[in-house]
Antibody, heavy 116, light 107 residues
């Protein structure tokens, strides 16, 4: 069955960096575009970034552009989100999601807390 | 960016009721509209894509309609497990955007 498992979350100081991973299994990872979506505590969903199935195209939300970078390693069936210059407003649960027209499968989420 | 506006922001209903949530896009998105259900502490779950196509395994009590800028999600015969937060999302163009959410509460 399809599984997406995020890891790498934690507490980080403002200005520091963190890398999230999303391990995929149960499907042909290299055939799907993949996304990151985040949700600040008590708030709604915010799309963060997308990477095409072969890594050829990437798009990032303006709120993270220049600070976050989405990437993937199809040989390891893993999606990444490299986050730098973290701010308090980046505190959120970060979900990875598979793109099958819509987001048909989501991971359980990884909590990132930016605090001094 | 395309803005997605849901209404109402919250809704109280009883078991057995039928409810409708609306979603309006700030510009035309054809039928590239999805609906998600989220329960506290859980990841969102896909319900509908293409404005009206039910995701596999989702019961037929959920239905979606609309095209262009105006969309609706209807849930019939509410059961306790249906009380959750619902989000619409456009995937017509990047950046993909979500509505602010509709909290469906038990009356």
């Amino acid at each position: 069955q399809v599984q997406l498992v995020e890891s790498g979350g934690g507490v980080v100081q403002p200005g520091r960096s963190l890398r999230l991973s999303c391990a995929a299994s149960g499907f042909t990872f290299s055939s799907y575009n993949m996304h990151w979506v985040r949700q600040a505590p008590g708030k709604g969903l915010e799309w963060v970034a997308v990477i095409w199935y072969d890594g050829s195209n990437k798009y990032h939300a303006d709120s993270v552009k220049g600070r976050f970078t989405i990437s993937r390693d199809n040989s390891k069936n893993t999606l990444y989100l490299q986050m730098s210059g973290l701010r308090a407003e980046d505190t959120a649960v970060y979900y990875c999601a598979r793109d099958q027209e819509d987001f048909d499968y989501w991971g359980q989420g990884a909590l990132v807390t930016v605090s001094s | 960016d395309i803005q997605m506006t849901q209404s109402p922001s919250s809704l109280s209903a009883s078991v057995g009721d039928r409810v409708t949530i609306t979603c309006r896009a700030s510009q035309g998105i054809r039928n590239y509209l999805a609906w998600f259900q989220q329960k506290p502490g859980k990841a969102p779950k896909s319900l509908i894509y293409g404005a009206s196509t039910l995701q596999s395994g989702v019961p037929s009590k959920f239905s979606g309609s609309g095209s262009g800028t105006d969309f609706t999600l209807t849930i019939s015969s509410l059961q306790p497990e249906d009380f959750a937060t619902y989000y619409c999302q456009q995937y017509n163009s990047y950046p993909y955007t979500f509505g602010q959410g509709t909290i469906l509460e038990i009356k």
